[in-house]
């Protein structure tokens, strides 16, 4: 991605703030999820094509009681991981919520992300705030993932 794009994603995803959480939806202000919030940050930045990233129906507990990588399976068919560290504007953080990979922000500028999540819907939220903290105060963070393109 180019700076121009990151900056492009970062715009978008910020216009989403306040729009309220709703699983599979993707309606500015009216309701998003963090999966759909990123495929529209990327979208508003030219980075995906519309239609070009369809999730298909997912359940709002898709994540429970499962043990196969779905969420991170899917960033990384369009992202690679980016080393501790070198987060930019742009990329994806993703946390684990259960046994897997099950939320997603937009980095704004690290430690920032903009993300949807239930209860608050689209927020800016530092990625040390507690709603990412485990229990014992370890992080969720599960890693920093770059668009290849």
Not at 20 to 45: M, T
Not at 53 to 63: A, D, F, I, L, M
Request: proline letters at 4%.
């Amino acid at each position: 991605m180019t700076d121009g794009d990151r900056e492009r994603a970062v715009a978008e995803a910020r216009r989403w703030i306040g729009t309220p959480y709703h699983s599979g939806a993707k309606v500015l202000g009216v309701g998003v999820d963090c999966v759909q919030l990123l495929i529209a940050a990327y979208e508003g930045a030219g980075v995906l094509s519309p239609g070009e990233v369809e999730t298909g129906y997912y359940s709002p507990q898709w994540h429970l009681h499962r043990s196969e990588e779905l969420y991170l399976r899917g960033v990384m068919r369009f992202c690679d991981k980016v080393a501790e560290g070198d987060e930019l504007p742009g990329d994806v953080a993703l946390f684990r919520y259960g046994r897997t990979v099950s939320h997603g922000g937009l980095v704004s500028k690290w430690p920032y992300v903009i993300h949807s999540y239930v209860g608050l819907g689209v927020v800016e939220s530092a990625v040390t705030d507690a709603l990412f903290l485990m229990r014992d105060g370890a992080s969720r963070l599960r890693g920093v993932y770059r668009p290849r393109r």
